[in-house]
T-cell receptor
Framework: DAKTTQPTSMDCAEGRAANLPCNHS???????VYWYRQIHSQGPQYIIH???NNETNEMASLIITEDRKSSTLILPHATLRDTAVYYC???????????????FGQGTRLTINP | DTGVSQDPRHKITKRGQNVTFRCDPI?????LYWYRQTLGQGPEFLTY????????KSRLLSDRFSAERPKGSFSTLEIQRTEQGDSAMYLC?????????????FGPGTRLLVL
């Protein structure tokens, strides 16, 4: 699976939009971009995923560049509870005879400040 | 909320003891994964089940580790003769493979400390 590069840490003011970048320049055509976050001492929480079109759900928006080499996760109105480590993961689609082994990097530690 | 559950949430044991963790996946999910997370690192894949069959194991899973998923429902992860290096968070995730679409949902994890 392709590797990803994320900033180690970011800060954002409460109420503002948090934009988390991710580079995945070696992504291949059958790989999705997934975002998870992990709040301290909890299991990772699924946020959103996409292939090439922009995606939006109740938690966030995902913007993928046209060449698919990078993406941005947007939390539109960050709250203190959004403080967490955010992981950008590139993974193949589900394979009938193979595991979807998510490869977590170091992630971005996002701190939302009051 | 019928998410993934894990038990126990915390376990402290002495070196050399055996420990067993349990994971209850989301109902009707046909895939179940185990990951391990050490301090300051992201989770790492250990093994996965499709229904009751264990189809892949990481080389991280030494012969002291064994996992089962009887009847394709809950799963257990056992560590025999624990070592201090086994101290970590053990995470379980489940997913429903429908066609080629798959999203894993994680449980809260079991934090193991080996003294």
């Amino acid at each position: 699976d392709a590797k990803t590069t994320q900033p180690t840490s970011m800060d954002c003011a409460e109420g503002r939009a948090a934009n988390l970048p991710c580079n995945h320049s070696t992504i291949s055509g059958n790989e999705y971009v997934y975002w998870y976050r992990q709040i301290h001492s909890q299991g990772p929480q699924y946020i959103i995923h996409g292939l090439k079109n922009n995606e939006t759900n109740e938690m966030a928006s995902l913007i993928i560049t046209e060449d698919r080499k990078s993406s941005t996760l947007i939390l539109p109105h960050a709250t203190l509870r959004d403080t967490a480590v955010y992981y950008c993961i590139v993974s193949r689609l589900g394979i009938i005879q193979g595991a979807q082994k998510l490869v977590f990097g170091q992630g971005t530690r996002l701190t939302i400040n009051p | 909320d019928t998410g993934v559950s894990q038990d126990p949430r915390h376990k402290i044991t002495k070196r050399g003891q055996n420990v067993t963790f349990r994971c209850d996946p989301i109902s009707e999910h046909n895939r179940l994964y185990w990951y391990r997370q050490t301090l300051g690192q992201g989770p790492e894949f250990l093994t996965y089940f499709q229904n009751e069959a264990q189809l892949e194991k990481s080389r991280l899973l030494s012969d002291r580790f064994s996992a089962e998923r009887p009847k394709g429902s809950f799963s257990t992860l056992e560590i025999q003769r624990t070592e201090q290096g086994d101290s970590a968070m053990y995470l379980c995730a489940s997913s429903l493979l429908a066609g080629i679409r798959e999203t894993q949902y994680f449980g809260p994890g079991t934090r193991l400390l080996v003294l």
